[in-house]
T-cell receptor, first 111, second 115 residues
Framework: QQPVQSPQAVILREGEDAVINCSSS?????VHWYRQKHGEAPVFLMI?????EQKGHDKISASFNEKKQQSSLYLTASQLSYSGTYFC????????????FGKGTHLIIQP | DAEITQSPRHKITETGRQVTLACHQT?????MFWYRQDLGHGLRLIHY???????NKGEVSDGYSVSRSNTEDLPLTLESAASSQTSVYFC??????????????FGQGTRLTVV
């Protein structure tokens, strides 16, 4: 079952902040975040694991609310290079269904 | 350098033909995944494998099959190609054993057109 991402699209000015949300109706084992530029493969940004462990990127942060099964990706002081489509990927507790991605959030950063 | 490669990068085939897309990784990763990407649907999981001889169906597995005879390869076969299978296909791999708790690396994708 695909996680639900919001918003579907965001347009920002350079330097502004953005938050992208990802939620699941089922208990999660891990949440991944990836960014994809047009015509390219998705690239890893961050993993959040149950128990609070977090691995990822210096200038991008994320949180995971285990009670709500929700994760948020925070992009602060956005740069033009942040433009792209952001995907969250989730693995359900029990590991029974692989790594499933949401429909993506399109982020456009304008100068 | 270790990598993950997909071939071919572009393929045009006719309806009803059997097609196989190749995915090869040199990281010795246990996990491999196949996704299709369509506008408005994001990345949808087709099949995945947590190791040799292990294969599992994803959310959109109908009309597709995979086999894992070694660690490096997970070929994706379309048994009888349909126009609805026109898409961009991505293969990915990750290290963890029987879970997805580590970074996944994606191949560059295969654009498949079924006419």
């Amino acid at each position: 079952q695909q996680p639900v991402q919001s918003p579907q699209a965001v347009i920002l000015r350079e330097g502004e902040d953005a938050v992208i949300n990802c939620s699941s109706s089922k208990a999660l084992y891990s949440v991944h975040w990836y960014r994809q530029k047009h015509g390219e493969a998705p690239v890893f940004l961050m993993i959040l694991l149950t128990g609070g462990e977090q691995k990822g990127h210096d200038k991008i942060s994320a949180s995971f609310n285990e009670k709500k099964q929700q994760s948020s990706l925070y992009l602060t002081a956005s740069q033009l290079s942040y433009s792209g489509t952001y995907f969250c990927g989730t693995e359900l507790r029990g590991g029974a269904d692989g790594l499933t991605f949401g429909k993506g959030t399109h982020l456009i950063i304008q100068p | 350098d270790a990598e993950i490669t997909q071939s071919p990068r572009h393929k045009i085939t006719e309806t009803g033909r059997q097609v196989t897309l190749a995915c090869h990784q040199t990281w010795n990763h246990n996990n491999m995944f196949w996704y299709r990407q369509d506008l408005g649907h994001g990345l949808r999981l087709i099949h995945y494998s947590y190791g040799v001889q292990d294969t599992n169906k994803g959310e959109v597995s109908d009309g597709y099959s995979v086999s894992r005879s070694n660690t490096e390869d997970l070929p994706l076969t379309l048994e009888s190609a349909a126009s609805s299978q026109t898409s961009v296909y991505f293969c990915a791999s990750s290290e963890s054993s029987r879970s997805a708790r580590t970074e996944a690396f994606f191949g560059q994708g295969t654009r498949l057109t079924v006419v």
